[in-house]
T-cell receptor, first 109, second 120 residues
């Protein structure tokens, strides 16, 4: 079973920041938080991952709470192309990668 | 970044035939590959974990004799849907772990583009 819970859907205005929350209260100390997204009829695309420090790359930022029980993916300037299903996953090497239901993000002009 | 390629992207077959889907890691070696199935408007459902040189580990409810998985090399895993029926029509996706060591810690899982199977 998935170890994360996410809102079913969210809307975001184009050009604004999209903040996608994720709860993972049962995360283990050696599990990382990963974010992927899936655009219709394509394979999931890796976005970012982190252990306990905040992370940033060219696509997004990941903010992980100090107790690691929740995190937020931030897309700083959402575009229409960011409309997708976003999956938050906790995983470490050697384990199964299990997907939850994800959040449908709709970016609107 | 690392690339995982699936082939074919889509396939249509008659009921009762078998279909093979290939998953290749193009620029890295993958000791572990995962196979998923996704029905419309649903999330990815893990079918099995494939380890190079050993038998695949299937999730509960997945028939190992129907979904044959072979991981003969570090860059190739195959999923064969045997005696396919219309209810097997789905989007099949593989992923490969880019790490080659067995240490703790991070790794990146890269996903193929998916293979859409339609069984008539």
């Amino acid at each position: 079973d998935a170890k994360t819970t996410q809102p079913t859907s969210m809307d975001c205005a184009e050009g604004r920041a999209a903040n996608l929350p994720c709860n993972h209260s049962t995360i283990s100390g050696n599990e990382y938080v990963y974010w992927y997204r899936q655009i219709h009829s394509q394979g999931p695309q890796y976005i970012i991952h982190g252990l306990k420090n905040n992370e940033t790359n060219e696509m997004a930022s990941l903010i992980i709470t100090e107790d690691r029980k929740s995190s937020t993916l931030i897309l700083p300037h959402a575009t229409l192309r960011d409309t997708a299903v976003y999956y938050c996953i906790v995983w470490r090497y050697g384990n199964k990668l299990v997907f939850g239901a994800g959040t449908i993000l709709r970016v609107k002009s | 970044g690392a690339v995982v390629s699936q082939h074919p992207s889509w396939v249509i077959c008659k009921s009762g035939t078998s279909v093979k889907i290939e998953c290749r890691s193009l620029d890295f070696q993958a000791t572990t590959m995962f196979w998923y199935r996704q029905f419309p408007k649903q999330s990815l459902m893990l079918m099995a974990t494939s380890n190079e040189g050993s038998k695949a580990t299937y999730e509960q409810g997945v028939e190992k004799d129907k979904f044959l998985i072979n991981h003969a090399s570090l860059t190739l895993s195959t999923l064969t849907v045997t005696s396919a029926h219309p209810e097997d029509s789905s989007f099949y996706i593989c992923s490969a772990d880019s790490r080659t060591s067995g240490a703790w810690g991070t790794g990146e899982l890269f996903f193929g583009e998916g293979s859409r199977l339609t069984v008539l």
